[in-house]
């Protein structure tokens, strides 16, 4: 069945340490996009891209880095730098730009940095 | 810039009573309009969505209307289930960019049998 699969589902890193969540869609989906989730919060935009080699900064992209090297994969990277990393992180894909395609959304990671 | 209100949770309610839970959004020119819904520890699920004024969107037994006069799209059902238990996102995208999602904090419902 066609889907995003977001890997870890759990992951636990001390402080201090890069940690990268990967996403991956068979849906041949163009646009990928990274959600950060905090307790009680709606999700806010880290990072999307629309095509292969390209992507852009969303409304919180400090602190976390990401790749499209392939269409079906964007990797998330939350570096040392991000303050506060500890949060449920949700990737999603859109067939294309424009209004009408549905979103989709992964199962999501949860990330615990002790 | 763009932004989304929803009323705060949680909101307890006894099985088979009526559901409102209001959003409210600001927005340049015309944003669609959707409800997300999320069950405890998993992702989201798209539950309806309108593109333009006026137009109803529906699932479930949930309804939503897009009123541009009030710039609102409340969530409503007649009969909720205990099963409609979860945490409810009402959220806009602008024009061209659909999956750039602006989203409301979220609102938690309860149903008690």
């Known amino acids: 069945d066609g889907g995003i699969t977001q890997s870890p589902k759990y992951l636990f890193r001390k402080e201090g340490q890069n940690v990268t969540l990967s996403c991956e869609q068979n849906l041949n989906h163009d646009a990928m996009y990274w959600y950060r989730q905090d307790p009680g919060q709606g999700l806010r935009l880290i990072y999307y891209s629309q095509i292969v080699n390209d992507f852009q900064k969303g409304d919180i992209a400090e602190g976390y880095s990401v790749s499209r090297e392939k269409k079906e994969s964007f990797p998330l990277t939350v570096t040392s730098a991000q303050k506060n990393p500890t949060a449920f992180y949700l990737c999603a894909s859109i067939l294309a730009r424009g209004s009408g395609n549905t979103i989709y959304f992964g199962e999501g990671s949860w990330l615990t940095v002790v | 810039g763009n932004s989304v209100t929803q009323m705060e949770g949680p909101v307890t309610l006894s099985e088979e009573a009526f559901l409102t839970i209001n959003c409210t959004y600001t927005?340049?020119?015309?944003?669609?309009l959707f409800w997300y819904v999320q069950y405890p520890g998993e992702g989201l699920q798209l539950l309806l969505k309108a593109t333009k004024a006026d137009d109803k969107g529906s699932n479930k037994g949930f309804e939503a209307t897009y009123r541009k006069e009030t710039t609102s799209f409340h969530l409503e059902k007649g009969s909720v289930q205990v099963s409609d238990s979860a945490v409810y996102f009402c959220?806009?995208?602008?024009?061209?960019?659909?999956?750039?999602?602006?989203f409301g904090q979220g609102t938690t419902l309860q149903v008690k049998p």
């Open positions: 959220a806009l995208s602008e024009r061209g960019n659909t999956g750039k999602l602006i």
């Open positions: 927005a340049t020119g015309y944003p669609s």
